[in-house]
């Protein structure tokens, strides 16, 4: 899914492609794309760009008369820009926004429709979009700690909590963990103060690092690579390889359809955290260090004596 730093170099490339341009006509081909009736989608053709900006998650796109389009691209959705709407016959095509200076194209990859577009009229209808999370960026410390702090939540569901934080997701959770040295499964309400100033720090330094990785990546192209497992991250996607830090082998939570990707001997004091999958099928066996890890591994390995 597109996270903060991901949209935050959409939003830029958008801004020099539309801003001041007409949209002359939008069309939807995704028939679950549409997430609102009033105002109609159509009511933005032949309007004027006057602003894109980010809100949480999603692509805004302001237009004269306080008209706005919102984009969620959730998982697998993804912008495209074109200089034609010449051969988008594709069935990933979603929706095609003809402007005077170019196309923008939405798809979404996958058998899942969930990529949503609303149209919302004034500030009050796009506020009524964002979850509430605080914008990370901005906030100090203090208002990053009352955040964080507001309930006792594990720190990874915490990040990833848009009512709590603005933009986060799996991700970049998972790299902004490993540079703070926390457990994805420390709880929030637990945390010392110097834990906390190292986790808003970290968050931070991580997003504006990635936000200026992928502006350069992009080098004034449109961003077409969008992905959540990057070349350089540290641990997210990385299960098995060594970590940049200490060398150790990433590691992995597994749950529904996500993961939380971590290092052990940097983030939880060298204890392994329970896969569900794994230790429902282990139970008690369930290794607490590397070091039994790789004991077992050793044994598992050894031939069996006649």
Known sequence: MPELPDVVVYVEALRVRIAGHTLRRVSIRGPFLLRS????????????????????KRIAIGFEGDLWLAIHLMIAGRLHWRTSS???????????LEFDS???????????????????????????????????LDAAAGA??????SA??????????????????????????????????????????????????????????????????????FPEKVTAFREGMAV????????????????RIRYASNET?????CQTGGRLLADRALSRLLRGDWPRSLEEMEERVTRASLPVLP
């Open 37 to 56: 009736t009033a105002p109609p989608v159509e009511s933005v053709q032949g309007k004027v760009v006057r602003e894109v900006r980010r809100v949480g």
């Open 86 to 96: 010449a051969k988008l016959g594709s069935r990933n095509v979603l929706a095609v």
């Open 102 to 136: 170019g196309v923008l194209v939405l798809t979404e990859a996958g058998s899942q429709r969930r990529a949503a577009l609303h149209v919302a009229a004034g500030e009050t209808g796009l506020r009524a979009l964002d979850a509430g999370g605080i914008e990370v």
């Open 144 to 149: 990053f700690a009352a955040a964080l702090k």
């Open 152 to 221: 006792n939540h594990t720190l990874k569901r915490a990040l990833t909590d848009p009512r709590l934080f603005s933009g986060i997701g799996n991700a970049y959770s998972d790299e902004i963990l490993h540079r703070a040295r926390l457990s994805p499964i420390a709880m929030t309400l637990r945390l010392t103060d110097d834990e906390v100033n190292r986790l808003h720090m970290a968050t931070r330094d991580t997003l504006l690092e990635w936000a200026d990785r992928l502006r350069s990546h992009a080098a004034g192209a």
């Open 236 to 251: 997210h996607g990385r299960y098995g390889q060594p970590c940049p830090r200490c060398g150790s082998k990433i590691q």
């Open 261 to 265: 990707n971590y290092c052990a001997p």
